[in-house]
């Protein structure tokens, strides 16, 4: 390994124990007004190269609008000729596992949310918002350029014919950080479950790529696999999933209008139920 591999590998572990330590010991990742079990169980990190085509592919998959790492470190979108060249570009991703215990609550349920699902959805996010925040404070305290996309005023989310999208995804960041592939409906599938939530940092500090240890896209569903599963067409309360895949349109539906009285049941919060 060459001196700067050395150096990459060193903080790439420096970076993974510091967002573990950040989740695994925050006072805020605590059902605080249930029983003060954890929200989140370990995370997962991943870091991508931020030149990787993927990141330039995803202009086609997924739209024009979506943003690549070097136009979310410059803060706004660039024309090729006008690019500022850096480097080092890297994406660093996690993935927050739902604990347990919520989703052994939530398992239960057939028509709406756990009590404890409810909690970790809206409590969960202000400690992933907490995380990234934490973690482009201390690589700029080192001297790194560093963005948390999501909370960047570029940030937007369009709503399209077929459901909404934004100009970074966040699940696919963590698909081109090696942390999982993508599922029938929409979820994306990590070694850890489908019940997580997805963040990133962009940076230049120059970060080894995580290999991408899956065949496709779509490799962690059985459904796509060998045709095994498809349990989330019959479990989805909307019948927004089909053998077709997601229909985001009926989801939001379910979401804001179905279970709308959700948030009237005791102890419920946030815009929608779960």
């Not at 970790?120 to 482009?136: E, I, K």
């Not at 305290?141 to 989310?157: I, K, L, N, S, W």
């Not at 999208?165 to 409906?185: D, I, K, M």
């Not at 696999?225 to 089909?242: E, F, K, V």
Request: net charge neutral; glycine share 10%; aromatic share 10%.
């Amino acid at each position: 390994m060459t001196r700067d591999g050395g150096l990459a590998a060193g903080m790439g572990r420096f970076v993974q124990d510091t967002i573990k330590a950040y989740v695994l010991e925050s006072p805020h990742n605590r059902l605080k007004e249930i029983d003060g079990s954890p929200i989140y169980d370990e995370p997962l990190v991943g870091f991508a190269d931020g030149d990787d085509p993927l990141f330039q592919e995803y202009k086609n998959i997924i739209g024009d609008f979506h943003l690549t790492p070097r136009e979310i470190l410059d803060g706004r979108p660039q024309e090729p000729e006008a690019e500022v060249r850096r480097d080092n570009v890297s994406v660093i991703s996690f993935v927050l596992p739902i604990a347990r215990a919520v989703r052994v609550s939530n398992r239960k349920m057939t028509r709406g949310p756990s009590l404890e699902w409810n909690h970790a959805r809206w409590h969960g996010q202000p400690l992933a918002d907490g995380l990234t925040g934490y973690v482009v404070s201390i690589l700029m305290e080192r001297g790194f350029r560093a963005v948390a996309p999501d909370q960047m005023p570029f940030f937007q989310v369009f709503d399209l014919p077929n459901g909404r999208c934004s100009n970074w995804s966040q699940r696919h960041a963590a698909y081109a950080a090696g942390l999982g592939t993508f599922s029938l409906s929409d979820g994306f599938i990590s070694p850890s479950g489908i019940a997580l939530w997805c963040g990133s940092v962009v940076t230049d500090l120059k970060l080894p790529p995580t290999p991408r240890r899956y065949a496709g896209h779509l490799a962690n569903c059985p459904f796509f696999l060998d045709g095994s599963c498809g349990a989330c067409i019959q479990r989805c309360p909307a019948a927004a999933i089909s053998a077709q895949g997601h229909d985001k349109v009926k989801c939001r539906e379910e979401m804001y209008v179905a279970q709308k009285a959700w948030l009237d049941k005791p102890g419920y919060l946030g815009r929608y139920a779960g």
